[in-house]
């Protein structure tokens, strides 16, 4: 078989503030791949379907000298994230064609991978693949594990979920109602507060319009609060906190691009009695994959938890999404379709 | 029999930033007290012995209309806290005169408390009933329930505990070694050191002279950061803090009197899945009382702990002590000799 093109998405500049599609994050379909003769050295080749994006992921574009968790992408070749795909070719044991597969995958149209970084998918399901990388996927599984593992939920208490309409949020205020909480949350339009609504929000609010502070004294004191931004946000929850009050500390947008904000009432952390828990979700799923991909995908089907997705289609659309996801512009889990099955 | 003396510290004004004896806390030597004839109303007339004055009492010092977890002084009337006196006498059942009791007393050399907010101290002992304001008193028991409760220890880890000399923090640092642990510690001053140097701390400094980001980054990571302090301190942990890093918050003294300090590194917390807790003693202790009292006098009595106390004699030196803990100029446990038994 002649070789295929095989597109990508390259990490070409590290941004001194939000990147910028065509100079930082590079589409590239100059290369080609033969699906037949390709090396794999023992691994599998994957047929990109679906690729998160998903805030974290700022924090990589990076300089390669910079420590972290994770390793900032390398520069000059693909980037690359959570994603699902079929399986063209394999020579691992566990792994044969024609399966779905989950794992980092680089951003390109065929990625190649071995075996430990993937995870065969169920099948016999009737959810959208693209799922198992939201809701089912990483993001998903952000709000299950640590909403299980921190928030010591107890019902008739109060949560807030900043962005409460987002891939992660949005979870977490139906697993917060599942557990008998009042949800306060904020998103940063009109447009998601009605989301925030369908999905079960008591109190949703649009933060760039209304008066946040306000909101939280009238309708807290807040017993978990979920953090996805930190900055002012973060400020406000622990000023109307309760005494004992969860704190999970999952991310801070706010603060990726232009600078991380400081906290500056941190007298609440012991006035107040705070637990402030922070997590790198694959530091803690372990114990909870069985459940997550037994409940969720259930949940999904029966229409139990509602979800939206925000689909591009082609890897040459992915770093306008990336930078949407950094601006809050999306609306739901940010996807690229890269390509039909 | 005729009245007595009653002196006592008046809490007269609230301070902008650093109290001044004589202005916001004022002796007074005019009243009297009836020992025979108070009125108790079922409550014990106490001959205070011991007066406690402690870094969170700088709180206590606003207008009335100030909430937090314990009310302001009362404005123009004793100043009260921790004290330890004998039992002139009793209208309770369970207390009689001659039992030495503790509890929160009134800054006056004679405290009128009802009986459910006293403690009868154990006798048979032989150890200053001054420690019982310290090691044995609240000091004490904020080391020994919130190493107990928070800090996970685990033999052969590193903890980092700031004001390591003063009565809190050292007790930490012993418990530490006894759990196992690498203790480094700061105090701000070189006699300061020499006492952490004599309770065994691995790591001694003087925060004002020396390096406190370089010791931490070549002596860590830090597995538990004990914080009294807040600011540039706790941020500096934050850096140099292992992943899973428990973060123990008591108080935050650099900001008790000029502005409470931000945090400008909240990023550690997700990325190194920080553990933060802070606390109340009075939250936690219950569980814990047993132990303590069984435990900590004994340790004391064997040399096992070692303590310092800077106590200074009479009601008149209260503000005196108050201020020189508020700076960190005190050396050990401040306490206040208010009369022999």
Redesign the interface.
């Given at each position: 078989m002649s070789p295929v093109r095989n597109a990508k998405t390259i990490f070409a500049e590290v941004p001194e503030d939000f990147p910028v599609p065509g100079k930082h994050i590079v589409y590239d379909d100059k290369d080609t791949i033969d699906l037949d003769t390709a090396v794999l050295n023992g691994g599998v080749l994957v047929k990109v379907l679906y690729l998160s994006i998903d805030p974290y992921m700022r924090?990589r574009m990076a300089a390669p000298s910079k420590k972290?968790?994770i390793p900032p992408f390398p520069l000059g070749a693909p980037m690359n994230g959570h994603g699902v795909g079929v399986v063209v070719r394999s020579e691992a044991q566990t792994i044969k064609a024609g399966d779905h597969v989950y794992g980092y995958l680089t951003h390109e149209e065929y990625s190649i991978q071995s075996a430990g970084n993937l995870r065969v998918l169920p099948s016999g399901h009737h959810i959208s693949w693209s799922h198992f990388v939201g809701a089912v996927g990483m993001a998903g599984m952000t709000a299950y594990a640590a909403w299980k593992e921190f928030a010591d939920a107890k019902a008739g208490e109060t949560v807030f979920v900043s962005t409460g309409a987002g891939a992660v949020g949005s979870l977490v205020a139906q697993l917060a109602k599942m557990d008998g909480y009042k949800v306060i949350a904020s998103a940063g339009s009109d447009e998601k507060v009605e989301f925030m609504k369908e999905i079960g929000v008591d109190v949703p609010f649009n933060y760039k319009t209304a008066d946040m502070r306000a909101i939280l004294e009238k309708e807290g004191p807040i017993n978990v609060y979920w953090d996805n931004v930190?900055g002012e946000t973060?400020e406000a929850a622990m000023d109307f906190a309760d005494?004992g009050c969860r704190i999970i500390?999952?991310?801070?947008i706010s603060?990726y691009n232009t600078g991380?904000?400081?906290?500056?009432?941190?007298?609440?952390?012991?006035?107040?009695?705070?637990?402030?828990?922070?997590?790198?979700v694959s530091?803690i799923q372990g114990k909870y994959e069985d459940g997550f991909y037994k409940e969720v995908p259930a949940w999904l089907e029966s229409g139990k938890i509602k979800i939206r997705e925000q689909i591009v289609d082609g890897l040459d659309k992915l770093g306008d999404l990336f930078v949407a996801v950094q601006k809050g512009t999306n609306t739901g889990k940010a996807v690229v379709k890269v390509a039909d099955e």
């Open positions: 924090g972290s968790y930190g973060l005494v500390s999952c991310g801070a603060g991380i904000k400081p906290v500056r009432n941190w007298n609440n952390v012991f006035v107040k009695s705070l637990h402030i828990h922070g997590f790198i530091r």
